[in-house]
């Protein structure tokens, strides 16, 4: 049962990225559904070459501008909610991928699990009864995004966006809270060994969606890759 639970929900994660693929490049080359891995996995297909360099060099390739007006902006822009394939929400698919030890309580519902917080260090066991003890961050948080690009993009790419696994992360919720909407200027994750990775997975995000970096967010960004300048990109 717990194959078949497991099945399902890897399933999922590739429709899911399958069906939000729509409005941009494939993420995943098309394939039987069975003898596909999980899409973030897989490596992405962009209109431009990616890089496969370090970070630092893929930063350089960003646009530098002011942050745009956040007029207009509300989580609706980005979808309502989560996206749900096949019966299984993205929630549950990024907490699918991140925890481990996890036990489903149906096809799709992560009943429980631990996750080593990257955020923090840390390890958090994920009950129904403490949900909010771990959340599913946007690397990029969502307003910020709207104020950097993100509403240049059709409603569609912005849904895409907003359940894209590379723009996900499950994490602590309390750091998750205090995170809110800040960028690299503002916040960093509280466990420095995971910084540098942090930076990439924000870059590659920003590069993907063509979204450009404030001045501020810039400089910290460089702060960081330049402690650890050979900083691959994700491979998600």
């Not at 070459?49 to 956040?70: D, N, Q, Y």
């Not at 750091?175 to 540098?196: E, G, H, V, Y």
């Amino acid at each position: 049962m717990r194959r078949r639970r497991a099945t399902l929900i890897f399933i999922g994660g590739a429709i899911l990225l399958a069906l939000l693929g729509g409005a941009m490049p494939k993420l995943v080359e098309q394939s039987p559904p069975l003898n596909i891995t999980f899409p973030w996995q897989q490596p992405a297909v962009r209109n431009q070459p990616a890089i496969t360099g370090s970070a630092l060099e893929a930063l350089k390739t960003l646009e530098v501008k002011g942050r745009a007006s956040k007029t207009g902006y509300a989580r609706s822009e980005f979808g309502s909610g989560w996206a749900t394939i096949n019966g299984c929400s993205t929630r549950d698919i990024i907490m699918y991928r991140d925890l481990i030890n996890v036990v489903l309580s149906d096809e799709c519902t992560v009943a429980s699990g631990i996750l080593n917080d990257t955020y923090t260090g840390q390890p958090i066991e994920y009950t129904k009864a403490n949900a909010s003890e771990i959340q599913i961050d946007h690397v990029i948080a969502l307003s910020d995004a709207w104020q950097t690009g993100a509403q240049q993009l059709s409603a569609e790419t912005r849904r895409q966006f907003a359940n894209d696994p590379l723009e996900l992360i499950a994490v602590s919720g309390k750091q998750n809270q205090i995170k809110s909407d800040a960028d690299a200027a503002s916040w960093l994750p509280p466990d420095k060994t995971f910084r540098c990775q942090y930076i990439a997975r924000q870059i590659a995000v920003k590069q993907k969606y063509s979204l450009w970096v404030k001045p501020a967010e810039l400089e910290a960004m460089k702060n960081v890759l330049n402690t650890c300048p050979a900083q691959a990109m994700p491979q998600l």
